[in-house]
Structure formats: C-alpha cells, structure tokens
C-alpha cells in the first residue's frame, strides 16, 4: 500500500493512526519531498484534485481521510474501528462530517494564519476569533465523552477524525481548557494509544 502524504498534515495523520492500529504495512510518499510526484499519474489516479492523504492499495486509487478509513475498516475488520449498529455508524459519519465543516476547518484557517503567513501579514483579531470558536467545538466534545473513554464509546473513526487535528492547538495558540475535564481526560487517553506515537 502507498500513502500519499506529507509530515505535517493533520488530514494524512488521520489515516497513519488507522494504518497503526491495524498493524498495516505501507508506503509513506511526502509529495512535497519530490516535485514530480505531484505530477506523477499515480497520484493524479489517485487524487485528482491533487489533495492528501491518497491511498493506493492494490487496484483500489482513493482519497480523503474519512473515506480512506472507512475503506481500511471494511478491508482489515481487526480491530474494528466503526461499530456494528448501524444508528452508530450513521452517528459517527454525520459527526465526522460536520466536524470537518466546523472545528477542524477552523484549525485548518489557524494553521494558515499562525504558520504559513508571515508575521506582518497574519491578523490577530481573526486567530482570536477562530480560537473562540475552536473552544466552542471542544466544550462540545467535553459534554460526549462525559462518563465515556471515547466519543462513541469504544475507540472509532470518530475520534481518530479530530486527534491530530487537537494535538496541533498548542502550536497555534490554544489547546483544551482546564475546565473541559472530560475532554482533557479523554485526549490523555488518546495520547496513550501507540497509535498516536507512531502516527506523529
């Protein structure tokens, strides 16, 4: 398997966790270490819009994280990562999905705006805004895990959606309020997975 990557997007994270908890063998490909990949038909096969992470396995040319995930859990059911009940599943990818739209699209805009921007160009009333509503998104997800290790009970698609996403905030200025104990606990959690570690 070849996954098309680079070493500091979130998106491309999502799909090394689920590689790493299903012991999957692969093939990392930075598409920012060589120029030519970007033009390479394999990755143009695989992402037509030239975005990653890209997966090729075998004859199967995908992208985008969720979609990739979804397609590992079908294909390597061990560990399972999405539950059997179906009301669940639906959960899960009506969650992800308004997630992306909301939180992580904001990390995204902080990452822009914090990182890629140089100093003099970079607007502090828009990261403070964007900050205010990536703590909204946590309170949210303080009030789902409460009295749960994860957000849909067992570890899912659904938490491997926002952790490299929530591991990126102290860099960018923020990270999980002290008072969001559940999430703080839940993220502690996470951060303990080897999956993480071997994700990074």
């Not at 689920?18 to 120029?35: F, M, Q, R, T, W």
């Not at 100093?119 to 828009?126: G, I, L, N, S």
């Not at 946590?138 to 591991?167: C, Q």
Request: one cysteine or more; a neutral charge.
């Amino acid at each position: 398997m070849k996954l098309f990557c680079f070493p500091r997007s979130g998106n491309s994270r999502e799909v090394k966790i689920v590689l790493a908890e299903k012991n999957i063998s692969y093939e990392p490909i930075n598409v920012h270490g060589d120029p030519a990949i970007k033009e390479s038909p394999e990755f143009k096969k695989a992402s037509p819009q030239g975005k990653v992470p890209a997966i090729i396995d075998g004859d199967v040319y995908m992208s985008e994280a969720f979609l990739i995930n979804q397609y590992l859990d079908k294909k390597y059911p061990a560990p399972a990562l999405m539950p059997k009940d179906e009301k669940t599943q639906q959960a899960i990818i009506q969650f992800v999905s308004q997630i992306d739209k909301k939180m992580v699209l904001n990390i995204g805009l902080l990452v822009i705006e914090c990182l890629l921007k140089p100093k003099d160009q970079q607007r502090e009333d828009f990261k403070v805004a964007k900050r205010a509503e990536v703590v909204e998104g946590l309170r949210e997800l303080d009030r789902m895990v409460e009295e749960k290790d994860y957000l849909f009970g067992d570890f899912s698609l659904a938490d491997v959606a926002v952790t490299p996403h929530i591991s990126a905030l102290p860099i960018l200025g923020t990270g999980i309020p002290a008072e969001f104990k559940n999430a703080t606990a839940w993220f502690e959690r996470i951060k303990a997975r080897p999956s993480f570690k071997a994700s990074a």
